[in-house]
Structure formats: C-alpha cells, structure tokens
C-alpha cells in the first residue's frame, strides 16, 4: 500500500490512480504531463512521448501519467483516447487532489514515481507544439549519465518568455550564481533522490503548488547542492501568452516564490560571488522560434493606469532618481520613444524584493503594484530589441543579467 503524508491534502493522488499505480508495481522512468484545458495539444505531447521513450530507452519500464487540474474540456478524454499501447508503455489520467495549480499536478507525478522508485522523472508542459522525442531524450538521459536536475535550454523567440527575461533568470544567476538560462521553463529532468527531496518539503499548501513550481524546484536544487545541467530542446512553441493580458496571476506566484524563497536563503544568496557556466548537453532538435505579436499598447497603458493607482507606493518604494524616470515614462506620449534604463529595472527588481521582505503582512498586494512595472519594462523590451534578431536579443539579455550580478551590491546594501 501506498504511505500517505500529513496535512490537509494528504496526498494529490486520487483512489482511482493509487489503485492503478499499486497494480503497476514499479518503473523505471515516469513522464509527468502536468494539464488544465489542454484538448488541443495534448495528445500530441502523449504520442511524442511515448515515441521518445521507446526510441531511446525501449529496455525501461516506463509510465506516462497526465496529471489534470480539473479541466471542463475534453483535455482528460482526448489523453485517455490516445492509443500508445503498440509502445508497451503504462499511461494514467487522472485529476490531482489539492491547491488548484500546476504545482499540485506535479505532486502527484512526484508521489506516483516515488511509490513506483522510479529511476528517472521527466516533466513536460502539455500545451507544447514543438516537442520531439528527441525532447524526452535529452530530458532524460543526463538522470542516467549521474545528473540530478535536468533545466531546459531552449531557443525562444525574443519576446517569449518574458517573466523568465526580465526577472527569474537574472535573479537566478545573480543570487545563486548560476547559468541556468530557464529556471521557470517547464520542462524538466530529475532523479529519484531529488523527488524524494522535494516530497520531504512543507511547501504543497503554499503558493509552490501553483506556478510557483519551477522556480521553487530549480532553486532547491541549486540550494540543497544537487548536480544540475542544462538540456537542448531546440525552440519552444506553445500557446504564447500576451504578457499585457495573461500573465498576472503568474507573475504574482513566480515572482512571489522568487523573493519568498530570497528570505529563506539569504543566509546562501548572501555569500555568493559572480557566476558559473552550467552545462548544457546534447544536440539542438525541433523547430525555429516562431515569431508572434505583442501588444505595446496595451503594456504602456496598463503602465499608465497603474501609475495612476500606485504611484504614491512607487514612490515610497523606488529611488528618487528611479520615480523620475518612472514619471518620465508616465508623460512619454510616443511609444516608439518608451525605454526604461536597465539599470532603473535592476534597482526597481531589488527595492521590491527589499520591500517584500520587510513587510510583514499583505506581501502579495505589494506584488501587485509592481505589475504595471513589469509591463513597462516588457514595453521598452519591445523598442530595444526590434531590430534585433533571436541571438542578438539572447547577448542582450546575458548583458542585462550581468548587470544583475555586477549590481548585486546594492542589494546586499538595502536587505538588511
């Protein structure tokens, strides 16, 4: 029988996907597909799956198990129809127990390969359309080569990604020193002493089982001193999200896991200096990043109506001469023309994690107010890099992720 933890969601794991895993008995690698209104897209992640798994590890026993936030599509009939018995490969579908979110969904992966002592477990989103069964190769194959956590190393089209751009890899490198290029990217690898790691933790009833996920998962490891690299997946496209439209919620959790986790280990963040290479293995598969649209105006007037709302907190907040320029943008009247200093966003990024940390309650309001911040820097990402191609963007943002590190003073300034 399966031993369930304490607390209020004991467990993610449902009695119908307990009962299925007993039967199972054991594998070798699980394959978690953490899903939410997913119809169109998942069963082309489920078949390239499982055409990697039998490509490339066809002596392992292994499980595909779609881990489901209660979707009211058709996303759980759509995973259940598709046929990959021809592999010789378990699939479960299921819905998770627990805090909505996708960190809950990977829980119950992490239970699943836990009970099952499995060797290896892969992640991988479940809107994803560029994925190939090269992905779950080179996802996978460092567990085997003596690697703990595997991040992955995508080319991304320039203005994707852009919560991961402005603050989680520059925060990644510039506090704990190192060169993980996508630590909130989705798609991962990890062993079995790492999942065990991550079930032993008190975190599945905070923010962590939401979006808070990845960062949280990257950061763990680096902290706890597992042995990371980095996996080539070529490019990858999924459904993008406007970042002036859809990424609120997302930006609160990760952002908010991001300097939750800086007050937890600032006693680690504190003493490291600079930043190393980490490795980055196997070829590049996949596609081209394809090219999408992106709404300037839209992130300059969610901009201004948030210095309407906040502009008062800004300026208890920032620097003097960081709201001068904040006030400057507010009266720019020519998009074209709308460019925020790197250095303004690299204080702003450090002032609020200060703020944040010295605040004793309501954090999560003082995260709201930085929203608008964010979208006006996306804004002026929009202008800076226009006529740039994918690579010269990508040293654009190894330039201003150096700023990060080279500022990292000032912050150490202001924290305590």
């Not at 089982?209 to 999924?238: N, S």
């Amino acid at each position: 029988m399966i031993v369930l933890p304490r607390a209020r969601f004991s467990t993610a794991l449902r009695e119908d996907a307990r009962k299925k895993i007993e039967q199972l008995g054991y594998a070798d690698i699980v394959v978690g597909i953490p899903a939410y209104y997913s119809q169109f897209t998942i069963a082309h992640v489920i078949e390239q799956v499982a055409k990697g798994l039998e490509r490339y590890f066809s002596d392992k026993k292994c499980l595909i198990f779609i881990s489901d936030g209660g979707s009211t599509d058709d996303t759980r009939e759509v995973a259940q129809e598709v046929d990959i018995s021809k592999y010789n490969i378990e699939k479960i579908v299921t819905i998770y127990r627990g805090i909505p979110g996708k960190g809950s969904a990977l829980r119950a992966v992490f239970e699943a390969a836990e009970f099952l002592r499995a060797e290896a477990v892969a992640t991988f989103d479940s809107d994803l359309k560029s994925i190939t069964p090269e992905w779950v190769k080179n996802i996978i194959q460092p567990i085997y080569q003596g690697y703990d956590y595997v991040c992955p190393f995508y080319k991304r089209y320039k203005y994707d990604g852009t919560i991961t751009n402005t603050i989680a890899y520059n925060l990644t490198r510039a506090l704990y020193g190192m060169k993980i290029r996508q630590p909130i990217g989705g798609d991962f690898g990890m062993s079995r002493k790492l999942i065990k790691d991550y079930l032993d933790k008190d975190v599945w009833e905070t923010d962590v089982a939401k979006f808070g996920i990845d960062i949280w998962m990257t950061t763990t490891a680096i902290v706890d001193g597992y042995k990371i690299c980095q996996a080539r997946l070529g490019a990858k496209i999924h459904q993008e999200k406007d970042p002036g439209k859809d990424l609120s919620h997302m930006y609160r959790e990760v952002v908010g896991t991001i300097f939750k986790l800086m007050e937890q280990y600032d006693h680690y963040w504190k003493k490291i200096k600079g930043s190393k290479d980490v490795p980055i293995l196997g070829d590049f598969v996949g596609a081209e990043p394809e090219p999408f649209d992106i709404d300037q105006h839209g992130l300059i007037e969610y901009f201004k109506i948030g210095y309407n709302n906040f502009g008062g907190v800004w300026r208890s907040i920032l620097e003097e001469k960081d709201f001068k320029v904040i006030e400057k943008l507010f009266m720019e009247e020519e998009p074209e023309k709308f460019i925020m200093p790197v250095e303004t966003w690299v204080r702003i990024v450090y002032r609020y994690a200060d703020y944040f940390h010295q605040t004793p309650r309501q954090k999560f309001k003082i995260l709201d107010t930085m929203i608008p911040l964010y979208n006006a820097r996306v804004a002026s990402l929009v202008n800076e890099l226009k006529d740039m191609n994918d690579d010269q963007a990508e040293e654009y943002f190894n330039w201003q992720a150096e700023m990060f590190e080279n500022m990292k003073d000032y912050l150490l300034k202001i924290w305590d």
